[in-house]
């Protein structure tokens, strides 16, 4: 969670990254009450990111590439936020690569 806790969003200026981390996080439902709940408990908080991944398995290729995944994420931050179906991808990317748990807790 070093990521999470580095970042005070009160000091930081009004960037870009903030919008489409915004998009991305409640793309992914990650913004729900239901993770939020859990931010204090990481046994709870594992078994609901397995949850996440297991309700998008057949919805990603488990042979996405960082460059596949890079074009979607770079069109999005272009715009200044990705399209709700972008928003997924990247969030199924994190479950191609193990687990969507640093990018839930960065949420």
Same mark, same amino acid.
């Given at each position: $969670? *070093?990521? !999470?806790?580095? #970042?005070? +969003?009160?000091?930081?200026? !009004? +960037?870009?990254?903030?919008?489409?981390?915004?998009? *991305?996080?409640?793309? @992914?439902?990650? $913004?729900?009450?239901? *993770?939020? !709940?859990?931010?204090?408990?990481?046994?709870?908080? /594992?078994?609901?990111?397995?949850?996440?991944?297991?309700?998008?398995?057949?919805?990603?290729?488990? @042979?996405?590439?960082?460059?596949? +995944?890079? =074009? +979607?994420?770079?069109?999005?931050? =272009?715009?200044? !936020?990705? /399209?709700?179906?972008?928003?997924?991808? $990247?969030?199924?990317? /994190?479950?191609?690569?193990?687990?969507? $748990?640093?990018? #839930?807790?960065?949420?």
């Amino acid at each position: $969670l *070093y990521q !999470a806790k580095s #970042i005070d +969003v009160r000091k930081e200026p !009004a +960037v870009h990254w903030r919008t489409f981390d915004s998009h *991305y996080c409640d793309q @992914n439902g990650w $913004l729900s009450d239901d *993770y939020r !709940a859990l931010q204090h408990d990481f046994a709870a908080m /594992t078994v609901k990111a397995e949850e996440f991944c297991n309700s998008r398995r057949g919805t990603w290729d488990v @042979n996405m590439t960082w460059d596949d +995944v890079e =074009k +979607v994420d770079q069109r999005g931050r =272009k715009r200044g !936020a990705p /399209t709700p179906e972008e928003g997924r991808l $990247l969030g199924s990317w /994190t479950c191609a690569m193990g687990s969507p $748990l640093c990018d #839930i807790g960065y949420c």
